[in-house]
C-alpha cells in the first residue's frame, strides 16, 4: 500500500504563494493518479486537483482553477500543489490522496498539512 | 455540478443500537458512490465504495446500499469507536462530497 506524507504548510498572508508536497513510498507512484482534498476548520471535504500518473493530465475545482497548479515528479515519488493568489478561504488542512483514475473514490489519504491564509 | 445531501447532520445512538446515515444525490451517479468515515484530528478513512463494496478489513457490521440517487450506510450494531462524522462522495461525474452527518453517543 502507498503511504503519503504531506508537507509545506504554514501561515502566509493573502495574495501571497504556498507549495506543498506529498511524498509517497512504493515503486508503483507512476501507476496512480494523485491529488488534493482539503477541509477548512471545522466543515466538510472538498475535493481541489488531481492529476494523472503520467502528470499530462490535470483536473481543478473551479474555487481554484488559475492559482493553484498541480504536478508531480515520478522520478521522486513526490506531488505538489502550487498555491499562489491565497485567499482567507484556501485556509484548510490540506490531504493529499491517491485514486485508480480519475474520477475516483479516495482510498489513500495523508494525515495533512495546514494552510492558514491571513487576511 | 452534482449536489450531495447527507441527513441527518446529527444522530444520536447508544452503543449497540443501528444506525442509518442517507445520502442523496441531486441526479443519478449510478453506483459510483463511496463513504467515509472521519474521526476528530485524523484523515478520512475510506469505508465503502461502489456503493456496497467494504473497503478491506472493515467489519462486517458496516453496510452500504443503494443506487442512482439514494443511498444508505448502515451500521448494523455501533461500537465505541464508530462515533465519528461520516461523507458521501460521488464520483460519476467530477467530484463532490456531502456535508457530512455526525454519529454521536446518546
Known amino acids: 500500500e502507498v503511504q503519503v506524507v504531506e508537507s509545506g504548510g504554514g501561515l502566509v498572508q493573502a495574495g501571497g504563494s504556498l507549495r506543498l508536497s506529498c511524498a509517497a513510498s512504493?515503486?508503483?507512484?507512476?501507476?496512480?493518479?494523485m491529488g488534493w482534498v482539503r477541509q477548512a476548520p471545522g466543515k466538510g471535504l472538498e475535493w481541489v486537483s488531481a492529476?494523472?500518473?503520467?502528470?499530462?493530465?490535470?483536473h481543478y475545482a473551479d474555487s481554484v482553477k488559475g492559482r493553484f497548479t498541480i504536478s508531480r515528479d515520478n522520478s521522486k515519488n513526490t506531488l505538489y500543489l502550487q498555491m499562489n493568489s491565497l485567499r482567507a478561504e484556501d485556509t484548510a488542512m490540506y490531504y493529499c490522496?491517491?485514486?485508480?483514475?480519475?474520477?475516483?473514490?479516495?482510498?489513500?489519504w495523508g494525515q495533512g498539512t495546514l494552510v492558514t491564509v491571513s487576511s | 455540478e452534482i449536489v450531495m445531501t447527507q441527513s441527518p447532520a446529527t444522530l444520536s445512538v447508544s452503543p449497540g443500537e443501528r444506525a442509518t446515515l442517507s445520502c442523496r444525490a441531486s441526479?443519478?451517479?449510478?453506483?459510483?458512490l463511496a463513504w467515509y468515515q472521519q474521526k476528530p484530528g485524523q484523515a478520512p478513512r475510506l469505508l465503502i465504495y461502489?456503493?456496497?463494496t467494504r473497503a478491506t478489513g472493515l467489519p462486517a457490521r458496516f453496510s452500504g446500499s443503494g443506487s442512482g440517487t439514494e443511498f444508505t450506510l448502515t451500521i448494523s450494531s455501533l461500537q465505541s469507536e464508530d462515533f465519528a462524522v461520516y461523507y458521501c462522495?460521488?464520483?460519476?461525474?467530477?467530484?463532490?462530497f456531502g456535508g457530512g452527518t455526525k454519529v454521536e453517543i446518546k
Open positions: 441526479q443519478s451517479v449510478s453506483s459510483n
Open positions: 512504493g515503486s508503483t507512484f507512476m501507476s496512480y493518479v
Open positions: 492529476i494523472s500518473g503520467s502528470g499530462g493530465s490535470t
Open positions: 461502489g456503493a456496497s
Open positions: 490522496t491517491k485514486t485508480r483514475y480519475y474520477p475516483d473514490y479516495f482510498d489513500n
Open positions: 462522495q460521488q464520483y460519476n461525474n467530477w467530484l463532490t
